[in-house]
């Protein structure tokens, strides 16, 4: 099968290219890292820290849907009601959310 004069001269570019040293790579990604990485995970912080400033800490009105926080059997930890992970900040209970929020 005979290969058309460009792509025999793409063919040998890329064997070229293959076959080159690889020196200077890990420097390149050590620049990289300062010049990218660095000032994104910078970006990403502000960007968070913006947004919680601007968050209300307010619960939502509780809306007891019966579809959810079906309880069958008690847990077999604590008082039965809460789950191993509960967090009184975030998850309600069945009936609603624990006491006086700050």
């Known amino acids: 099968m005979a290969m058309s004069p460009t ?3 793409a063919r ?3 064997a070229a ?3 080159g040293s690889h020196e200077g790579g890990a ?3 050590k620049i990289l890292s300062f010049v990218l990485a660095l000032p994104g995970v910078g970006v990403c912080m502000a960007n968070v820290y913006m947004k919680m400033q601007a968050h209300s800490h307010d619960h939502p009105e509780f ?3 019966p579809h959810l926080r079906i309880r069958t059997k008690p ?3 604590s ?4 789950s191993l992970f509960h ?3 975030t998850n309600p209970l069945p009936t609603g959310y624990e006491g006086p929020h700050h």
Do not use: E
């Open 7 to 9: 792509a025999m001269v």
């Open 12 to 14: 040998r570019a890329l």
């Open 17 to 19: 290219a293959s076959q």
């Open 27 to 29: 420097r390149t990604w």
């Open 63 to 65: 809306v007891p849907y």
């Open 75 to 77: 847990w077999p930890w």
């Open 79 to 82: 008082d039965g009601n809460h």
């Open 87 to 89: 967090n009184s900040h």
